[in-house]
């Protein structure tokens, strides 16, 4: 006989707010508010079954998630590390292994792309110099 324990509701709701942090809060500080509601219409970092999680399984998606939201907010106050890119994937893999779909990997929140950054760009031509 095998004893499971339970999450609780209170559990299960902390979640799904931190949830919806990373969506109202935290993504958009990365990403374009049209790119955030598209990522939440693909089901990235919603998870609707959180009633069927045991207490070790809500701990663990809580922790990662709590992690990452604090690598996140490190890189926004661009306080990062080295140790962080290992921490977030650890993270990630915790979450991805939880059933929550959260396809990025560390350097989708550390590199900018700047659209008219002409001194990266490498002329086609030595006429355009």
Known sequence: MKVVTASTPEQQSYV????????????????????VDDLKTFGVLCQEDLDEYTLQEIMEVTAALQTIQHILECLLENDASPQLARKFDRNQKIIEGHQIYFPFCFQDFTTTVSEFDLASVK???HRLI
Do not use: G, M, V
């Open 16 to 35: 799904r707010s931190l949830l919806d942090h990373f969506h109202r809060s935290i993504l958009p500080s990365f990403f374009s508010e049209s790119y």
């Open 123 to 125: 002329p086609a031509n």
